[in-house]
């Protein structure tokens, strides 16, 4: 009998003392992670944390996620340039009215590509921009 009683005890100690360490580690990883409280997009970069500084680097410029992968890659590389430069309206329609006509003539896909080229702004931001300019044209 003692030793059908010893079994189970050993048992219950080993998993605790598995549960235990598990535990443990899990919690001191946690603790090693840095706040990004005050971090800047470079400081991340530098850190090697690449997915938070393109989460930080969209909600500072707006952009989409290709492109803020695309531009912390860069900096990581060390070839950060600045953002494209917006060309001269001198000679170009208003970007409103020549979105409009692409979207009153159905070019909607056309219209995306404009105004992404246009503002540096992701696909998603794009389309949603394009409807919603093709809902006030249309009055919905």
């Known amino acids: 009998m003692g ?21 443990a580690g899990a919690r001191s990883a946690s603790s090693r992670t840095p706040s990004l409280d005050g ?32 531009a912390i890659d860069a ?3 060390g070839a950060f340039s600045a953002p494209p430069v917006a060309r001269s309206s001198q000679f170009m329609p208003s970007p409103s009215s020549t979105l409009e006509n692409l979207i009153k003539s159905g070019r909607k896909i056309e219209a995306i590509k404009l105004y992404r080229q246009q503002t540096g702004a992701g696909l998603k931001e794009s389309k949603d921009h394009v409807e919603a300019i093709e809902r006030q044209l249309t009055g919905r």
């Open 3 to 23: 030793a059908t009683l010893l079994i189970p005890i050993a048992a219950f100690i080993f998993l605790l003392v598995v549960w235990r360490f598990t535990t």
């Open 39 to 70: 971090m800047s997009v470079e400081e991340l970069v530098r850190s090697g944390q690449k997915i938070q500084a393109i989460k930080l680097y969209r909600e500072q410029t707006g952009v989409g996620l290709k492109e803020a992968k695309d």
């Open 75 to 77: 900096m990581a590389a």
